[in-house]
């Protein structure tokens, strides 16, 4: 940090911290201690982070039967909630997959 001198970055939207982590990210460049990332490289790791989104967006229909019952049931939870009971079911089966939901 700069210890309240006037850092050299004015720009509004930056606070002071970020302005000192742009001093001396420039500094660390103009040092040589880190190198910029070739136009190709960017590219690669643009890509892989697409792929990443991509594959953690896509989402898969499928059809279940469930007892009447249980939907009723599922649809008032869901109502509580103010969800869409298909975003609540969803939202369940998501936690259940990943372990932050527990079966009884």
């Not at 970055?9 to 930056?14: K, M, T, V």
């Not at 136009?39 to 643009?46: D, F, K, N, V």
């Not at 019952?69 to 103010?82: F, M, N, P, V």
């Amino acid at each position: 940090m700069n210890n309240g001198t006037k850092n050299k970055y004015d720009a509004a939207f930056l606070d002071e911290e970020e302005k000192d982590f742009v001093e001396s990210f420039e500094a660390a460049l103009e040092a040589g201690e880190i190198t910029p990332h070739s136009a190709q490289e960017m590219e690669t790791i643009r890509q892989d982070w697409k792929d990443v989104l991509d594959n953690t967006l896509k989402k898969r229909a499928i059809t279940l039967r469930l007892q009447e019952r249980d939907i009723r049931r599922l649809k008032s939870q869901a109502r509580e909630l103010g969800l869409p009971y298909q975003t609540y079911i969803s939202s369940m089966l998501h936690q259940l997959a990943n372990n932050k939901l527990t079966t009884r």
